[in-house]
């Protein structure tokens, strides 16, 4: 099975802060995903993927930025945290038509 | 604009009923849909999926219905057992590697 590996469950950090929030799959996908979860909104796609340095826009890509340097690894990064991006982060690749891996998820709190 | 939503926000069942899960959707030149379940503190889990060129599909437990008259797709758990307890949403393929997503029902099973 494909294995979508979020590096941390839980982040709190400082409003202003830079984070790096890390997605590492296993099974040589090209295309992977970053969206953030929130109540009554459902998922919102961020970023996306489909290539090692090749990046497009989601829905909602303010106040973030990308990185895809190796295939395996996709990095959402929010350049100077905000309270109202305190979210559940979820990481997904799709390497066939049957929808999405999803990692476990990142919950980051911005205080 | 396009969109994916669901009836209800949430939905009680006895243990050993069948839960019924709705969702409706506003492209109609959506050619795939799926269902996924998210249990608390995990990503999203592929559940079922269905064509457009079918107006039923079932799996073990559970069955997805698809009525293409009026944008409307069901999920339906027969046996409703604990371990169903999560929150179910649908998604709809919008083409250029992205999926629409409902913003979810809770399922509660009721012991």
């Known amino acids: 099975d494909v294995k979508v590996t979020q590096s941390s469950r839980y982040l709190v950090k400082r409003t202003g802060e830079k984070v790096f929030l890390e997605c590492v799959q296993d099974?040589?996908?090209?295309?992977m995903f970053w969206y953030r979860q929130d109540p009554g909104l459902g998922l919102r796609l961020i970023y996306f993927?489909?290539?090692?340095?090749?990046?497009e826009k989601g829905d909602i890509p303010e106040g973030y930025s990308v990185s895809r340097e190796k295939k395996e690894r996709f990095s959402l990064i929010l350049e100077s945290a905000s309270t109202n991006q305190t979210s559940m982060y979820l990481c997904?690749?799709?390497?066939?038509?049957?929808?999405?891996?999803f990692g476990s998820g990142t919950r980051l709190t911005v205080v | 604009g396009e969109s994916v939503g669901l009836h209800l926000p949430t939905l009680s069942v006895q243990e050993g009923d069948n839960s019924i899960i709705n969702c409706a959707y506003s492209?109609?030149?959506?050619?795939?849909f799926i269902w996924y379940k998210q249990e608390s503190g995990k990503g999203p889990q592929f559940i079922i999926d269905?064509?457009?060129?079918?107006d039923k599909r079932q799996g073990q437990r559970v069955t997805v219905l698809l009525n293409k008259t009026v944008k409307h797709l069901s999920l339906q758990i027969a046996a409703t057992q604990p371990g169903d307890s999560a929150v179910y949403f649908c998604a709809e393929y919008s083409g250029t590697y992205k999926y629409i997503f409902g913003t979810g029902t809770r399922l509660k099973v009721l012991a």
């Open positions: 099974m040589d996908h090209e295309n």
């Open positions: 997904a690749t799709r390497g066939s038509r049957r929808g999405y891996t």
């Open positions: 492209n109609s030149a959506s050619d795939y």
């Open positions: 269905i064509r457009s060129n079918m």
């Open positions: 993927s489909y290539d090692v340095k090749m990046k």
